[in-house]
């Protein structure tokens, strides 16, 4: 009998030996985050009622029980999102308006709504989709009061030093916010002109008023773009 010689450098099948090609499974926590994004993705270009949990199920390739095993549904699901972007935005308000001159303080609120929508594109497409800022319910008009609520403060202390009345300072917030969140909806698709050019309008209008308007606006703070 012929002896057939074997390569030992021919890779041995072995059929309990997982396959290197084999995908590791998500974590819990892995799969939340990639339902959480794909989810935002299509709330953004669809808004809530166009997306359905078998897309959502079918682009993270995994079956509808998954999504409701993380989230109890679209609605839990649509809920975590929007919560995140207002948290993102707010907390992006807050941390921008560190002092210095009112007019300085006014250009810091409009770059930090101005670099959300840059930056967070689809989350404030899905904070405005379905709720208008000038309505008074909804997650945008009830972010907006937020945000208002941090300028009342500032605007009080501002209004008290120059001897006028701290009674209106929450009117002057909410016009100043809804002035520049108005302002930044209308942005969100024109992206013209740049960013600092439309910060410098906003607070042009805001400090000077129709009667003062400077033809040139120029920035104060240290941000110029």
């Given at each position: 009998?012929?002896?057939?010689?074997?390569?030992?450098?021919?890779?041995?099948?072995?059929?309990?030996?997982?396959?290197?090609?084999?995908?590791?499974?998500?974590?819990?926590k892995e799969r939340r985050e990639q339902l959480l994004?794909?989810?935002?993705?299509?709330?953004?270009?669809?808004?809530?009622?166009?997306?359905?949990?078998?897309?959502?199920?079918?682009?993270?390739?995994?079956?509808?029980?998954?999504?409701?095993?993380?989230?109890?549904?679209?609605?839990?699901?649509?809920?975590?999102?929007?919560?995140?972007?207002?948290?993102?935005?707010?907390?992006?308000?807050?941390?921008?308006?560190?002092?210095?001159?009112?007019?300085?303080?006014?250009?810091?609120?409009?770059?930090?709504?101005?670099?959300?929508?840059?930056?967070?594109?689809?989350?404030?497409?899905?904070?405005?989709?379905?709720?208008?800022?000038?309505?008074?319910?909804?997650?945008?008009?009830?972010?907006?009061?937020?945000?208002?609520?941090?300028v009342e403060d500032i605007l009080g202390r501002e209004?008290?030093?120059?001897?006028?009345?701290?009674?209106?300072?929450?009117?002057?917030?909410?016009?100043?916010?809804?002035?520049?969140?108005?302002?930044?909806?209308?942005?969100?698709?024109?992206?013209?002109?740049?960013?600092?050019?439309?910060?410098?309008?906003?607070?042009?209008?805001?400090?000077?008023?129709?009667?003062?308007?400077?033809?040139?606006?120029?920035?104060?703070?240290?941000?110029?773009?």
């Amino acid at each position: 009998m012929v002896a057939v010689a074997t390569d030992d450098r021919t890779p041995q099948h072995r059929p309990d030996a997982p396959s290197r090609r084999a995908r590791r499974r998500m974590t819990g926590k892995e799969r939340r985050e990639q339902l959480l994004d794909i989810g935002r993705r299509l709330f953004a270009e669809r808004g809530f009622e166009g997306t359905s949990v078998e897309e959502i199920a079918a682009k993270a390739g995994v079956s509808k029980p998954v999504v409701y095993e993380h989230f109890g549904g679209k609605e839990g699901l649509y809920a975590v999102v929007v919560d995140r972007e207002m948290r993102q935005l707010l907390d992006m308000v807050t941390s921008a308006l560190t002092g210095g001159h009112p007019r300085e303080l006014l250009e810091q609120a409009a770059f930090a709504l101005l670099d959300y929508i840059d930056t967070y594109t689809d989350g404030f497409r899905i904070l405005v989709r379905d709720s208008s800022v000038a309505s008074t319910t909804g997650t945008f008009a009830s972010l907006i009061s937020d945000i208002a609520t941090q300028v009342e403060d500032i605007l009080g202390r501002e209004f008290k030093g120059r001897g006028f009345d701290e009674k209106l300072a929450p009117l002057y917030a909410q016009a100043l916010v809804g002035m520049v969140a108005l302002t930044g909806q209308w942005w969100l698709n024109a992206r013209k002109p740049e960013k600092a050019e439309v910060a410098a309008h906003l607070v042009n209008l805001a400090w000077h008023g129709l009667d003062g308007l400077e033809p040139s606006p120029r920035l104060i703070g240290h941000r110029k773009a």
